[in-house]
């Protein structure tokens, strides 16, 4: 179906005398629906939130005890020169 055929469609629908009779329950279930969405989206943040926050506490724990910006100290001893 291309869009001319979409358009003529929707046209004869909206040109009917009475509109489409729409289910009664169609709103109760919507509702349901939407509010269900709306949970899981907002569960979703809040995981992504938490994952978040572990990752910086693992990543400061990390920079605390491993110390990175500090230069590793030398594996050789220096040369004694003054014998």
């Known amino acids: 179906m291309n869009l001319a ?3 003529a469609t929707v046209r004869r629908l909206l040109e009917r005398e009475p509109p489409p009779v729409v289910p009664p329950d169609l709103y109760g279930e919507v ?3 939407g509010g269900r969405m709306l949970r899981r ?3 979703v ?3 992504l939130w938490l994952a978040l926050f572990g990752a910086v506490v693992v ?3 990390w ?3 491993a110390r990175p910006w500090v230069e590793p100290p030398s594996e050789t001893t220096p ?3 003054d014998w």
Do not use: H, N
């Open 5 to 7: 055929e979409r358009e």
């Open 41 to 43: 989206g907002r569960a």
């Open 59 to 61: 990543f400061a724990v």
């Open 31 to 33: 509702v349901r629906r």
């Open 45 to 47: 943040r809040r995981l």
């Open 63 to 65: 920079a605390a005890t």
């Open 79 to 81: 040369l004694v020169t």
